[in-house]
């Protein structure tokens, strides 16, 4: 009796557990190539030097960084060529110990010099890395090899951004030999890297593609044989390539629109997976700070008052967004102010009518008949409906404003110079997951995309201590004390919200994670693709 | 015959200077430069760095030069066959007009002989049976070509091609030399819908040289001959009234080439047209003045050469 | 003097090839329905082109919601409210094209009106006047045309920014060369004619030569030119828009509608339909009709003279 209890016992336990093994992780299987798309001819294929998200894509498994997202859970940064790290204790000494054994493409050995003439190049002074380099030159001081596979950053002070920087696709790492051969990373040949691919074909307008590289320093990967982007520019040829089933994900700018997403379900059905996610990029309305009428604060506070973030996000981005913060919650965690005490601030909170009421009185005080001004927006995108419709609210509030498109680049030229009253729509995309980006790049004095030219101490002082602060609930109060203040006063900028879009992978494609920005996730190191 | 020839010769160069001399002053009308894109489009650097990377780009790439200066050196350097380098590719733009040019001209010729095919029977219908159904027919099948703007009629096509057959051309651009099978199923496209269009004034055109010709005595000569109804048609009348739609076609390539941009870019074919369209937008300049110059030296050229056939043609001037 | 064109009507009317003399709206009424009988396509192109003239002219009235109110549900399917659907923004897509008429009428006559006028009266006063004046300015003319005209569009774009005026400026100067050199040639053919010797002979002035004689007899060239070109301009703009380049896209224009249709075309096809079909029977109809004049007026072309 207890003996076939115990067999039955066993006989159970071994089914249930075979019955979970199979439930378990599949397999991951070998061989295949990748399809999918580059929005636009990179052309010049310096990683180090450009910044257009094409040329990330075309090189991004090419090489490796020192860290880098990880592929199986993206929130989190890990070590690629850097096996670990240390910290000093006053967090301005850091030391990373590199890999042993790991091979460039081209057989030469990889050590610690090469990281050094990496971000040598990348820290120099004349040389312009509008990516990398503007995000380490303020933080970093020096780089020194310790010995062949240790390697040291000495920062300038306690720079709470550095590992997001560092783990950032543009800081990806160079050979040395290779920088000294060719002098910079511009053509083809010179793109030898550490990564799981090789570059192997790269036809201008038309293709570029990649190879398995075989002597990969993680033993076992990668699973593909391949990764082919076809560049397309037109939209309806990358969603005719979608439909035909020539491509295999999507994601990439611009992200699909819920039109195109229905379609392509209509076209594919079953085969497609279809999600929305977040492009870690925020949706801005500027006005210029030194020029009538939004030199005063009245008539920005009115604006900030009037714009209806939900309706934008609803009809233009198709419900794809998050209206109204500042910082996203599902971006960046606990640094963001919680979306409940976001959602009751003026300018926020719906119903809007005794908001837009108060806005109404705000311009009728300066301008008892209304204002007229030019509004400029770039033709890009989705940026002309968004325009609209930001037109259309405003002029409730007795702001009537005349649309001035702009050819993208002359747009940018613009905004540059200064030579606008309002913009009405412009997408900052954050290049880390680091909650002090916006700050640093729209709201600072002298910020990069501070294109209204604001100036506030406050928020200079906020963003330079939060720069610094080692300790992380010390930082994530003074981004909320930003964030309430940003949220209240009347900026230059008023943050409509964060875009999302649509994005589609084919049911085969396996183990593709999407990273916290969109420069980060098309390494395509363990994704492999089922039959 | 001699002074004409010299005389079409003498004009040639000067218009083909006047054409670089105006895209030239085009493009600098154009706001923005290179420098401001690269360091604005991403916005990272402060404002003060900014302005002095502008600077330094406009220093590196000659910009900060006057105009004219500019302009001269570019034509010193043309004319030795030397274009420059393209400020988006950082190649020679030599490089980028070899790879491109005969691509976009397989394009235009593949359009031009389908255009021809189609239309040069139509209009001989429409004008040996004028003022009948089928010369309307022809008339109103020719003119709807005209009704559509070809960008439209290009994702239309695409869109059904997708839609109802499942089936999309290919995407990569093959060489003829390298697959004529692969290269065709990508061009034969762009071709019908370009071809549809540019069809129409070319059968309104054979139709209208047809009719005067047709009129004339040596055809009526020909029929009191008692030859067959076709041979008088289509050896006689036909063939005078080639030459004018040639000299047209020579006229029309300017608009031709123009369509080209959009089919490129809708099929995604990496011509002259999709990289002229992306020269202009980073202000590239260097590679849009090479591609211009080589659309109006091919515009140019085949204007001469129609000129010059008439011009042999043309007794009065043969023998002056 | 006479002058040629009613020697020529006259003759015409004798033997049976324009409508005989009648007075008054009778008059007019005769002379229409001679020239439907004529032409029948090209009564059909010219009843397209009044209908869209009329639709312009009465868009406040026939249109029931403003080319810019974007206050409905986006992506509507056609329906008893929204005959023609709504838009990506919630427009009201039958507004829009009723609205667009206006606005591609506009566009269409005032850059052709300029762009053709310009282009006619140099060339024939060059033609006329000959010399330097002719050889310099057909070289300018042959230097414009050197560039591809979507690229001359595209450039002009660029440079001059995005407005309904800048787009009639652009078109306007796309088609200056080709009305020039195509009226130059027909200037030329009438320079030589012996009407024009026997006036220089008999002492007239240059000016009075061109107004009384040159310039009549290129009317039937230039009114063909005129609505043929409309309808180019037309579709030049549309092609402006797929590249970006057009009418700023919050105003009606047919082609930047088209252009904004062929992201939605499956699920939203009414947004490519209706503005595609208006554009087509514009085309269409300004098309037959200038054929049909063309074949009416130009002497090589009429049937029954052997």
Request: charged share 20%; with cysteine.
């Amino acid at each position: 009796m207890r003996k076939s209890l115990i067999l039955s016992l066993t006989v159970f336990l071994l089914v249930g557990l075979s019955a979970s093994g199979a439930a378990a992780q599949e397999k991951p299987r070998y061989g295949g190539i990748l399809n999918w798309y580059d929005y636009a001819d990179p052309g010049r294929l310096d990683i180090h030097a450009e910044s257009p998200l094409s040329v990330q894509q075309a090189l991004a498994g090419i090489y490796s960084g020192l860290l880098h997202y990880d592929p199986d859970d993206p929130t989190k940064i890990i070590g690629d060529l850097a096996e670990s790290r240390t910290v000093s204790p006053d967090s301005k000494t850091y030391t990373f110990h590199l890999r042993k054994g790991v091979k460039w493409h081209d057989g030469q050995p990889f050590s610690a010099a090469d990281v050094k003439a990496t971000f040598d190049r990348v820290l120099n002074p004349n040389f312009q890395s509008p990516r990398c380099g503007s995000m380490l030159k303020p933080m970093v001081a020096s780089v020194e090899v310790v010995d062949a596979h240790t390697v040291q950053f000495q920062l300038k002070f306690p720079a709470a951004p550095f590992i997001s920087a560092v783990a950032s696709a543009w800081c990806r790492v160079a050979a040395k030999h290779i920088l000294e051969k060719y002098g910079d990373l511009t053509k083809p040949e010179a793109q030898i890297g550490t990564g799981p691919f090789k570059f192997k074909r790269y036809e201008r307008g038309s293709v570029i593609e990649w190879e398995k590289n075989k002597d990969y320093f993680i033993p076992g990967l990668p699973y593909l044989d391949g990764v082919k982007q076809f560049i397309l520019t037109g939209v309806p040829t990358q969603l005719a390539a979608a439909k035909a089933g020539r491509i295999m994900l999507w994601d990439t700018w611009p992200p699909m629109k819920k039109t195109q997403a229905d379609e392509l379900r209509n076209a594919r059905g079953d085969e497609v997976r279809i999600y929305q996610a977040s492009i870690n990029t925020i949706f801005l309305i500027y006005m210029h700070t030194q020029k009538p009428p939004f030199n005063n604060p009245d008539m920005r506070r009115a604006v900030n008052l009037a714009i209806d973030r939900q309706e934008l996000v609803a009809k233009t981005l198709e419900g794809a967004g998050l209206p109204c913060a500042m910082l996203d919650p599902r971006l960046v965690g606990d640094f963001a102010l919680p979306l409940l005490e976001v959602n009751k601030l003026p300018g926020c909170r719906q119903p809007k009518d005794l908001d837009i009421a108060e806005a109404k009185r705000l311009v009728e005080k300066h301008y008892p008949n209304g204002v007229d001004i030019e509004a400029a927006v770039r033709s890009v995108g989705g940026y002309i409906d968004r325009a609209q419709l930001v037109l259309a609210q405003l002029r409730k509030i007795g702001i009537r404003g005349t649309l001035k498109t702009y050819e993208s680049a002359a747009g940018f030229s613009v905004y540059g110079k200064g030579d606008f009253t309002f913009i009405s729509t412009q997408d900052r995309a954050m290049v880390t997951a680091d909650p002090g980006d916006v700050f640093a790049l729209v709201y600072a004095t002298g910020a990069g995309s501070n294109w209204g030219k604001w100036s506030d101490p406050k928020v200079d002082e906020l963003t330079e201590r939060g720069l610094k602060e080692p300790n992380v609930e010390k930082r994530k109060q003074i981004y909320h004390e930003l964030q309430r203040y940003l949220l209240t006063q009347d900026t230059t900028a008023v943050v409509a919200g964060w875009v999302e879009g649509w994005f589609f992978q084919d049911k085969r494609v396996r183990n593709y994670q999407a990273s916290p920005t969109i420069y980060d996730h098309s390494t395509f190191m363990k994704v492999w693709l089922a039959q | 015959m001699r002074k004409y020839v010299a005389r079409r010769l003498l004009l040639f160069v000067p218009t083909l200077l006047g054409a670089s001399i105006l895209i030239f002053v085009l493009m600098r009308l154009v706001p923005g430069d290179i420098a401001e894109i690269l360091v604005y489009q991403t916005g990272t650097e402060s404002s003060a760095v900014q302005q002095k990377q502008i600077q330094q780009i406009r220093d590196e790439l000659g910009l900060n030069r006057p105009v004219v200066v500019q302009y001269l050196a570019w034509l010193g350097n043309a004319l030795r066959g030397d274009f420059g380098y393209s400020y988006t590719q950082r190649r020679p733009v030599t490089d980028i007009l070899k790879e491109r040019f005969p691509r976009s001209m397989e394009l235009a010729f593949l359009t031009i002989v389908v255009a021809l095919i189609w239309a040069i029977p139509l209009g001989v219908i429409s004008a040996v049976r004028q003022n009948t159904w089928a010369d309307y027919l022809v008339r109103v099948v020719s003119i709807s070509g005209l009704s559509l703007p070809i960008f439209f009629t290009g994702v239309l096509i695409l869109y059904g091609l997708v839609r109802f057959f499942r089936y999309l051309p290919p995407l990569e651009f093959v060489a003829f030399v390298d697959s004529p099978a692969e290269n065709l199923k990508q061009l034969i496209w762009p071709t019908l819908a370009q071809a549809y269009y540019i069809s129409a004034p070319i059968t309104r055109l054979t139709r209208s040289q047809m009719l005067e010709v047709i009129r004339h005595d040596y055809v009526r000569t020909a029929r009191a001959k008692g030859l067959a109804e076709r041979a008088v048609v289509y050896r006689h009348a036909l063939g005078n009234s080639l030459l004018p739609v040639i000299t047209f076609i020579g006229w029309w390539g300017g608009r031709l080439l123009g369509g080209i941009v959009i089919m490129e870019i809708i099929f995604a074919i990496p011509g002259m047209g999709t990289a002229l369209v992306q020269a202009v937008s980073y202000r590239d300049y260097p590679t849009v003045q090479a591609i211009i110059f080589v659309m109006a030296l091919v515009y140019l050229t085949i204007n001469l050469f129609v000129d010059l056939m008439y011009g042999w043609l043309d007794p009065r001037i043969r023998y002056a | 003097m006479a002058n040629r064109v009613e020697l020529a009507v006259g003759m015409a009317r004798e033997a049976g090839i324009a409508p005989a003399r009648v007075g008054g709206a009778q008059g007019v009424l005769h002379a229409l329905g001679w020239f439907a009988g004529r032409q029948p396509l090209g009564a059909i192109g010219g009843l397209i082109v009044l209908a869209l003239i009329a639709t312009a002219i009465f868009a406040p009235q026939l249109a029931p919601h403003g080319a810019k109110d974007a206050a409905f549900t986006q992506y509507l399917p056609p329906s008893a409210e929204f005959p023609m659907g709504t838009d990506q923004l919630g427009r009201d897509v039958l507004s829009r094209v009723v609205w667009g008429a206006r606005l591609s009428l506009y566009v269409g006559v005032v850059s052709v009106a300029f762009g053709i006028t310009l282009g006619a009266l140099w060339g024939i006063v060059t033609a006329y006047f000959g010399g330097v004046a002719d050889g310099a300015s057909q070289r300018v003319v042959d230097v414009v045309m050197a560039l591809p005209p979507v690229v001359l569009a595209l450039s002009l774009m660029a440079a001059l920014g995005q407005s309904v005026n800048n787009v009639i400026f652009a078109l306007a100067i796309l088609l200056t060369p080709t009305a020039a050199r195509t009226l130059r040639s027909v200037a030329l053919s009438i320079k030589e004619t012996p009407y024009v010797e026997a006036a220089r002979a008999a002492g007239c002035s240059h000016w009075r030569i061109i107004f009384r004689h040159v310039l009549p007899n290129t009317l039937a060239t230039y009114i063909v030119l005129f609505t043929v070109n409309i309808a180019y301009a037309i579709v030049v703009e549309a092609a402006l828009s797929f590249l970006g380049l057009g009418a700023p896209p919050d105003e009606p224009s047919w082609g930047g509608m088209l252009t904004a249709g062929t992201q939605a075309m499956e699920t939203a096809p009414w947004m490519i339909f209706f503005p595609g079909l208006a554009i087509s029977l514009t085309v269409f109809g300004l098309n037959l009709l200038g054929d049909a004049i063309r074949d009416l007026t130009d002497p090589r072309l009429r049937g029954g003279l052997g």
